[in-house]
């Protein structure tokens, strides 16, 4: 619609001069340079790890379970099911609380109560992640260990996923600190395409003799459904390219984690702890061909959390 | 919900009795679970901000913020990171504030439907890359062909990340700004890109300095694609663009690996001091355009 009306303009407006020729392909020149610059990256990304996907073959790369830089063979799935289980235990995790938070800022709490707490929780977005990972590593990590770990480790100990000895790291400190992580962006969109529900949808509901829940039950949440569901995808897409805080407490090991006490790597942080070491060549090509595997992953997740929040919204 | 149909007296009725209990039982429950859930939300705030504020006041000193480290920790500082974080995010902020908000200009103001869609779509794609892949991409093409970690590479990531921030913010204010602005302006002759530059950009300059100030919030802390393109460094480093070069949230990273309790505690006076350079930022920013929010 404006930009419709800003077509309309462009023609009525005084735009025939030189300078104004100038004026606007240089502003054209550097929206353009963004589109350019992803293609780069993705560009670039493709063409170094080609070294590796052409050594081990694309299927042989991603289930290739061992990653030795002495014997130059290398296999990301340790770090494919690290990725996974750690964003999958963040989501278990978060979704639910985030939901609920997201359904009293929208629905219940006064506005002048609402405005403030998502100040607060947005803020908790704004925290450097290195910072975060500091207070993981000194802090969440040993009470986690005496705490959660050490009741789920006695009481269901011969499950494989609670197998062996919790430490103060691991996936599940990662699991963690990624949850606390992505509260703020499930919580913000989700409350905002609820506030996007029509007023009348509630009133009608109300008038009917419905209580509160009743109307977000059957009111608020079919109508912004999918847009939750994209803010859980956008949740998810940045728990699984999170690297630095994770990178601190997930334990760097090399196995394909079973128990969600395992020492263990996600994408993003065996690079992080192996880049600087890697030797020029194959070793840095299958690092990058890691690299490439997520951002294929974040970028169709983005896509598909956009399609379903813009749905929402309009 | 069928019972919904049933008359006005019948649910006044139900509600006394043991089925209308029960459902405000389930609403009461409901809200309590509710203000629960978000109460969980505000605990790790808290914990942090209160657990780093007092760490971190602990280790603050001159030293730390004049000399450069040891190997063990003792009078040692951290200026090596601190002027590093400050000079990378200075060329960082260099490079990406024109071309991020001349993007922004061209979405808003001259953009036609398909290129200006294709573009924002870029851009939000690219506000979702992990910055840890942005590094990669920044050491194949300014790290690998010099054979040299370098602190220039570790300036460009961090522009890198702040464009497409920068880009969507101004194109997301210059669009509310009034029409009947620039028609006015049209209607006393001025050229367009005058008026966009003198009218369009003047007032939309609050929100325009409200994106910036947040992506040089964010690539303040960021850490991840530092790690392979600016590497860090013991040294101090001044403007000396092709040297590797350390930041703070390097500092903090590094710091967080030693065994010595003296770096260890340094890493927690950095840690305060880069949260608290960027919660001010954000505090300042967002509370500014919270309180216009509510004025208007």
């Not at chain 1, 760097?252 to 994408?267: L, R, Y």
Request: charged share 10%.
């Amino acid at each position: 619609m404006t930009v419709a009306g800003r077509t309309v303009q462009l023609r009525a407006g005084p735009n025939s001069g030189r300078s104004d020729r100038v004026f606007r392909r240089a502003t054209a020149a550097f929206a353009v340079a963004v589109l350019v610059l992803l293609i780069a990256i993705a560009f670039q990304l493709v063409v170094d790890s080609r070294e590796a996907f052409q050594a081990f073959g694309i299927v042989g790369f991603v289930t290739g379970v061992i990653w030795d830089p002495v014997k130059d063979i290398y296999g990301a799935w340790p770090y494919i099911v690290g990725t996974l289980y750690s964003s999958a235990i963040a989501l278990i995790l978060a979704t639910p609380i985030a939901i609920m938070a997201a359904i009293y800022l929208a629905e219940w709490a006064p506005l002048r109560l609402a405005a403030p707490l998502t100040f607060v929780i947005e803020l908790l977005a704004a925290i450097p992640s290195v910072v975060i990972g500091l207070w993981g590593i000194y802090v969440l990590g040993p009470i986690l260990r005496d705490t959660v770990g050490a009741a789920l480790s006695s009481a269901f100990g011969a499950i494989p996923v609670f197998a062996g000895i919790p430490s103060a790291t691991g996936l599940y400190v990662a699991g963690v600190i990624l949850a606390i992580m992505i509260l703020p962006t499930i919580i913000s969109i989700s409350r905002e395409v609820m506030t996007a529900v029509p007023q009348s949808q509630r009133e009608a509901m109300l008038a009917l003799g419905a209580t509160k829940w009743e109307t977000v039950r059957h009111a608020v949440l079919p109508a912004a459904r999918s847009g939750m569901i994209g803010a859980v995808i956008l949740g998810l897409g940045r728990a699984l390219g999170e690297t630095m805080a994770v990178t601190m407490v997930i334990g760097n090991g090399q196995d394909v984690p079973t128990s969600v006490f395992a020492q263990a790597n996600t994408i993003a942080s065996k690079i992080a702890t192996t880049f600087n070491e890697a030797a020029i060549g194959l070793n840095t090509s299958a690092l990058i061909a890691l690299g490439l595997i997520l951002l294929v992953i974040t970028i169709l997740l983005n896509i598909a959390a956009r399609l379903l929040v813009g749905h929402t919204a309009h | 919900m069928s019972g919904s149909l049933t008359p006005a007296v019948d649910r006044r009725a139900t509600l006394t009795s043991g089925l209308g209990g029960r459902r405000t039982a389930v609403d009461r429950l409901m809200r309590g679970l509710a203000v629960a859930c978000t109460a969980i939300c505000i605990v790790p705030l808290v914990a942090i901000l209160l657990y780093v504020t007092v760490q971190g006041i602990k280790g603050l000193s001159v030293d730390l913020l004049t000399k450069p480290p040891t190997t063990l920790g003792e009078g040692g500082g951290a200026v090596n990171s601190i002027l590093g974080t400050i000079q990378m995010v200075g060329l960082a902020s260099l490079l990406a504030i024109p071309l991020g908000v001349l993007a922004g200009v061209y979405l808003s103001e001259y953009a036609s439907g398909r290129v200006a869609r294709t573009v924002r779509f870029a851009g939000d794609v690219m506000v979702g890359i992990p910055s840890i892949l942005i590094g990669v991409f920044v050491f194949t093409i300014l790290v690998l062909p010099f054979g040299q970690y370098n602190a220039f590479a570790g300036a460009v990531s961090l522009a890198v990340i702040m464009i497409p921030v920068i880009m969507r913010t101004t194109e997301e204010i210059l669009v509310l700004v009034p029409d009947a602005l620039r028609e006015a302006s049209y209607a006393l002759g001025i050229r367009r890109y005058r008026t966009i530059l003198t009218i369009v950009i003047r007032t939309g300059l609050a929100g325009i300095l409200t994106g910036v100030m947040l992506a040089v919030a964010r690539a303040a802390g960021e850490t991840a694609p530092l790690i392979m393109t600016a590497l860090g460094s013991r040294l101090v480093n001044v403007f000396q663009w092709g040297q590797p070069m350390d930041a703070m949230s390097l500092f903090v990273y590094n710091g967080s690996r030693s065994p010595y309790p003296a770096v260890q505690e340094q890493a927690w006076a950095v840690a305060f001091l880069l949260l608290l350079f960027v919660l001010v930022i954000n505090v300042i920013v967002r509370a500014r355009s919270w309180g216009q929010k509510m004025s208007s």
